[in-house]
């Protein structure tokens, strides 16, 4: 059932094959299209890589980017049932200094990588005042020279131009799920529009989006593709899938965990789709082990890079591969380099991410 191509051909006898050489020229897919991509295995599997890689290099050539993670507030007031950073769950948590900030993106550009992902929970600290120290956080960080993206929750619409003034270029806010039951479900007493107007209003005050999507909640096939062909809609120049991993303390820690095949099914439908995105290969789920299957799935960016032995937390992993420097600049790119990639300067990112901005930025 491929738009353009439909024809008198049903979606049920088409192969995999014939899918990916119907998107090849030219032809929409749709949610059942997007089923059949999802549920490849073995050989077939194996050519949805083939095609996502191949789409992958036709776009970005050899280059792949690096972004860093500088997770600096771990408080949250959400109470989502898949976090481990949920309010009510009894943890260590740490915020750090706008200082402290400062000086771990400062590293993070001196070793070369090409973007600072400022993350943090919904922490009521940082939406005071107006926001105050979170935009004197972004600020700082962008005296630097370094192009930034922040992840702050969701807030409030007025504060997007300010967030965008202050030097943010990506707005990440990640729906998870586009299935309204499942996601309340998942992001207990939140707002679903609320949450997926994040990018909206960030995209209507200038700056490029994110959303990500998470398999492994209960979520059934028909909502992934749907997921992803969503994210497609909105335009986000980045798009991500991860594995959920169940978390201590939280209502889902005795899930049975997925292994990671749908993540890079995911990774690859995502990239022949919608061949211009950045498309991470996330060093949060399975460290550093997991990079190069998901580079191999399509995957163009690599994130979660961290500055090991300064105290910091993961999203999906709290602990995995941070103080043993496993997820630190150099190791990621030493392995990229044994790839045949190389990581893109931070001039030759910022060039494109200028170009991004230029065609979203709101008319005088």
Known sequence: MLGPLEGSCKVTTLEISDILDAVRNGAQATSQDVVKLLSAEGREMEELFAEAREVRDRQFGKHVFAYGFVYFSTYCHNNCTFCYYRRTNSIDRYRKSPEEIISLAADLKDAGIDLVD??????????????????????????????????????KKEAMPKIKAAGVDFYAVYQETHNRDLYSKLRLEQDFDFRYNQRVWAREAGMLTEDGMMV?????????????????????????????????????????????YMELKSIAVMRILFPDRFIPA???????????????????????????????????????????????????????????????????????????????????
């Open 118 to 155: 400022l993350t943090m929970g919904e922490d009521e600290h940082m939406y005071a005042d107006d926001y105050s120290e979170l935009l004197e956080i972004i600020s700082g960080v962008k005296k630097l020279g370094i192009s930034i993206m922040a992840s702050p929750g969701a807030v």
């Open 216 to 260: 492994g909640l209960g979520e059934s096939m028909e909502d992934r593709a749907d997921a992803i062909l969503t994210m497609g809609a909105e335009k986000c120049e980045q798009i991500r899938c991860m594995t959920f991993v169940p978390q201590a303390g939280t209502p889902l820690q005795t899930l049975e965990p997925m292994d990671s």
């Open 282 to 364: 996330t060093l949060d789920v399975e460290g550093i082990e997991g990079m190069k299957s998901r580079l191999d799935a399509g995957a163009s960016t690599i994130t979660s890079i961290v500055v090991p032995h300064r105290h910091l937390a993961g999203v999906a992993q709290p602990e995995k591969d941070i103080e043993s420097g496993g997820r630190s600049v150099q190791h990621v790119f030493d392995l990229v380099a044994d790839m045949g990639k190389r990581i893109a300067t931070q001039n030759e990112f910022r060039s494109m991410i200028d170009k991004l901005e230029e065609r979203i930025r709101p008319k005088p």
